[in-house]
């Protein structure tokens, strides 16, 4: 087994978990992702979901938001959060990738370590491999961009132009 085809196939669940979730949230078909709002309406229908704005200096320099895998409490810092309330792509980014954490480990942890048993490659057994795969996979629906070029991409799903390139360059 390559790695080739073992990150696809691990991609391709990720990518099949955000659709759920996109499907579940009524926004299947929604290229910009209200990631904002989605907080919210993520602490109402999952009780063991919740988040809080904390001051810049309570995460240490270089975190920009935290989420604790076993209460599945996320924190932002506050200049991350206002600047995604202004559409800012990366800090976008950041919150899909928190909410990312909480649902490949907190929600859905069992099954994917069910499927990744099957073999050996250590990268896809990696947290921030995974939150960072999902949160891509959510913010840039796959069955919605597949025509669209980085910078149609970046407009569209409200994300930075390393994130559309990135998706761009991984969506086989
Ligand atoms: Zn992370």
């Given amino acids: 087994m390559s790695d080739y085809i073992v990150e696809s ?18 926004l299947e078909n929604e290229l910009w992702i209200p990631i904002v709002e989605l907080l919210d309406v993520l602490a109402e229908v999952f009780s063991d979901f919740s988040y809080e704005i904390v001051g810049d200096n309570e995460l240490p320099n270089g975190t920009h938001a935290e989420t604790d895998i076993r209460t599945g409490h996320i924190k932002i810092k506050e200049s991350v959060y206002l600047r995604a309330c202004n559409g ?7 919150i ?10 907190c929600f859905c942890g069992f099954s994917l370590q069910r499927n990744f048993k099957r073999q050996e490659v ?4 990696d947290p921030e491999w995974q939150a960072k795969c999902f949160a891509g996979e ?15 991409i970046v407009e569209a799903c409200g994300v930075s132009i390393d994130a559309a390139d990135y998706q761009h360059n991984h969506r086989g």
């Fill in 122 to 125: 250590k990268p896809f057994n």
């Fill in 138 to 152: 959510f913010m840039v629906a796959h069955h919605l961009t597949g025509d669209m070029s980085v910078s149609e």
């Fill in 96 to 105: 899909a990738h928190e909410i990312g954490h909480y649902f490949t480990l």
């Fill in 88 to 94: 800012e792509g990366r800090d976008r980014m950041t």
């Fill in 9 to 26: 196939k691990s991609r391709k669940e990720l990518r099949r978990l955000a659709r759920v979730l996109r499907k579940h949230l009524g």
